[in-house]
């Protein structure tokens, strides 16, 4: 059994009081009292009693994440940084998978199945404004992504009109022309998938280069099989790409592949970038050009919208918040 309280009060020999007044940070300690009591709490690793605190009605200090999967590397990456920076809170965070399931994101808008979270970030592929609407559940709310950048709550996301835009523009000063895009989601109104392709069409326009339909493939999943599939089908057409834009760095992994199979060398016989900035593009051979979104700014600001709502209960308009991202060279593109 941990130790309690009044175990830690007893070691620093001061009152319950006092040790209480110091985990709940308030400010009418004296600095040496503090302090004496914090080396007590460390050195019996006093854990608090988060459902004594919550029927106290105070913060549970814990904030939940929901990603659609936790084992893509890029929500994987993105929840550490939430991990991270959520230590300058002074939270924990849970994290939660919804497969990109109506249901479960909507079970995550009422609370997670319970009261245990001071706030919630979500970043949702079913939802719908909807569904914001409606929510039962009060607690703060923080959403990522594009899928419902207009729902009245707090929302953070990058410019993914401006990242396709550069990724398929560094493809063209690069010389290349018949350049396709891996990652269309025909019958999904809005999201990534549109504004990527929007970026890359925009880019062509740009270019007085004519969008080619032959030359953009669809994507269930954003998955390595996906690219795979995808650069197969294009290496088929009569006159396959000399470049390709995949919408995620799986996908373009996967196309990877199937270039490899086929012979086909890379940059030379076809030029490859990414967007995410996953890990794995830094070591894969040849090295993955990608998008790289900032998603360290991504966890800061979301945490500091959620951090705003929390504590001051403010019911101001929802706030919109921008981060930035980077366009990485690597050999798949430049050799």
Known sequence: MGASIKDVARHAGVSVKTVSNVINDFPFVSAATRAKVQQSLAELDYRPNLS??????GRTGVVALAVPEISSPYFAELAAQFVQHAKSHAWTVLIDETQGARDSERIVLDGIKSHLVDGLIVSPLALTAHDINARRDR???????ERLAHAPVD?????????ARAATAHLLELGRRRIAAIGSQPHVSGGTAALRLKGYRAALRAAGIPSSA???????????ADGYAAMTALL????????VFCFNDLMAIGALRALHERGVPVPAGVAVIGFDGIEEGDFHTPSLST???DRG??????????????????ETPPQEAYAGFELLVRESSAG
């Open 139 to 145: 607690t703060p709310l923080v959403l990522l992504g």
């Open 155 to 163: 929302h953070v996301s990058i410019d993914n009109v401006d990242g």
């Open 291 to 293: 998008i790289r979104p």
């Open 297 to 314: 700014e991504i966890a800061r600001l979301a945490l500091s919208l959620l951090d705003n709502r929390i504590t001051t209960g403010a």
């Open 52 to 57: 004594a605190r919550l029927l106290r009605g």
């Open 236 to 243: 088929d057409l009569p006159q396959p790409p000399d470049a």
């Open 214 to 224: 032959d030359l953009i493939r669809p994507a269930p999943r954003y998955h390595r």
